[in-house]
């Protein structure tokens, strides 16, 4: 009995030893944070706190920074796709490398969510033809009540809610807002409105999705892996969302597309694989998007004969300018510079080098009337975090589309009409742009009006603006 004691003693001992190596998080797992950790929750009252804590804790949502969770920072439609795909409990298949969607690129941080709410039926794409699911776009009020009623498997019971008397509310949206408020998911705003239009933040987001993650778990139903439909109602299924979802009054768009048209995109090359750098891949996703047929060129091989037939070319921010210099200024297609040192290098600018200003969120529309300007007008948010945007100086007739806002000398889109003068009193030789975005800014921090500008600036240089 002593020799049993005492080894039952040494195994209590030993297991009370490695005790805390069993529960600690694997070495790769990061230490999860709470509310007060970020300076912009810590002072919200405890039970709002709470809420944030638990959904911090879960990992559903991480902040901005190290110290800034972003609670009035626009939510974008790819943070929703990781926040409706945890709080669903939808299955997440993480061997995924290619997306349905045209704009998710490979290395998009989101692509695995946004596969999992399509799967589910809760997201049938942006557009008409479903080829795009606009990841940098905003998500309206309206849009996250529907999101998030769908994906409780409760689009009948929308449908047969009695529709909320709100001006602000878009007719299609008004049997998912109805029922959003009686759930208490979503609340009016202090004015007493709705606010359908309005672009929700990640501080309605977070909240709304404490509520919705409660009920499901409420209903006690999760998501069954390789199902196609939405979670279900408790007596009977939904039927999968199937339309696109509606964009809350977005900008006039150019007319046009690049529908059968052809574009190049130059870029550097990795000398460690030989491949093309990726930092150019959302400007490719997004051509892609638009209807063009894209074709990459590593910027060693630039020469006018190498770029002659297409009807775009697009200087990407990882091209070695000193591959360009002076050599397209004759060349007779439009050129849409995102590198702001070949611009000026081409002498469309009056600085080349230099020419990047960091930390930078905000643009200011000079030109709203311009087909360039996408409908959009006064300050323009072009990054959610602070980043470097690219300026030039025009000449004369060089048309300044947007400024940098804190230095409005500075322009960050800039266009010449064929045959107007360059800086050096020469006839253009085709429709030039410079687009100031840098490449690490378009990756995963582009605002929706970003890319509205963008499209507009491509649209614009091949003419489909022209009736």
């Known amino acids: 009995m002593k020799k049993i004691t005492t080894s039952l003693l040494c195994f209590l001992l030993l297991s009370l030893a490695l005790l805390p190596f069993a529960f600690a998080a694997p070495a790769e797992t990061p230490v999860r944070k709470t509310a007060d950790d970020f300076k912009d929750l810590k002072d919200l009252p405890q039970d709002v706190k709470a809420k944030f804590d638990e959904l911090i804790k879960g990992g559903v949502f991480s902040g901005v920074s190290d110290d800034t969770f972003g609670i009035d920072a626009k939510m974008d439609r790819a943070q929703f796709a990781k926040v409706a795909a945890i709080i669903f409990a939808l299955p997440i298949d993480k061997t995924l490398t290619t997306s349905s969607f045209s704009d998710i690129a490979a290395d998009h941080w989101s692509l695995q969510y946004v596969e999992a709410l399509k799967k589910a039926g809760l997201t049938n794409g942006y557009d008409a033809e479903g080829k795009m699911y606009n990841p940098s776009g905003e998500v309206s009020r309206q849009e996250l009540a529907a999101f998030l009623i769908r994906g409780l498997g409760l689009d009948d019971a929308a449908k047969k809610a009695t529709p909320v008397a709100d001006s602000t509310v878009d007719d299609w949206a008004k049997g998912y807002v109805a029922l959003a408020l009686e759930k208490n998911i979503l609340t009016k705003l202090d004015n007493g409105s709705f606010g359908g239009k309005d672009p929700a933040t990640r501080k309605m987001l977070a909240l709304a999705s404490y509520e919705a993650k409660k009920l499901f778990a409420d209903k006690g139903k999760t998501a069954t892996p390789g199902t196609q439909t939405p979670p279900a109602q408790p007596d009977k299924p939904t039927t999968p969302a199937v339309e696109p979802e509606k964009p809350a009054a977005p900008a006039p768009q150019p007319a046009g597309t690049g529908k059968g048209k052809k574009v190049v995109v130059t870029s550097d090359v990795q000398a460690s694989n030989g491949e093309f750098r990726t930092e150019d891949k959302p400007i490719v996703n997004r051509l892609q998007g638009l209807g063009f047929e894209v074709t990459r060129l590593a910027s060693s091989k630039i020469t006018p004969e190498a770029l002659s037939g297409y009807d775009l070319v697009v200087i990407g921010s990882t091209t070695n300018s000193k591959y360009v210099r002076k050599k397209l200024k ?101 429709r030039t742009v410079m687009f100031g975005a840098s490449s690490d800014g378009m990756k995963d921090n582009a605002t929706d009006e970003l890319w509205k500008l963008f499209d507009a600036s491509v649209l614009w240089a091949v003419g489909s603006d022209k009736k």
Do not use: C, H, R, W
């Open 330 to 430: 004759t060349l007779p297609v439009p050129i849409i510079y995102n590198k702001s040192i070949s611009f000026g290098d081409a002498d469309f600018s009056k600085v080349a080098e230099n020419t990047d200003l960091p930390k930078q969120t905000t643009i200011t529309i000079k030109k709203s009337d311009s087909p360039l300007a996408a409908g959009l007008s006064g300050d323009v948010e072009f990054y959610y975090e602070p980043s470097a945007i690219s300026f030039g100086i025009p000449s004369d007739e060089g048309m300044v589309v947007a400024a940098i806002k804190s230095d409005p000398s500075k322009a960050a889109i800039i266009a010449y009409e064929k045959g107007s003068k360059n800086v050096l009193g020469e006839a253009v030789a085709a």
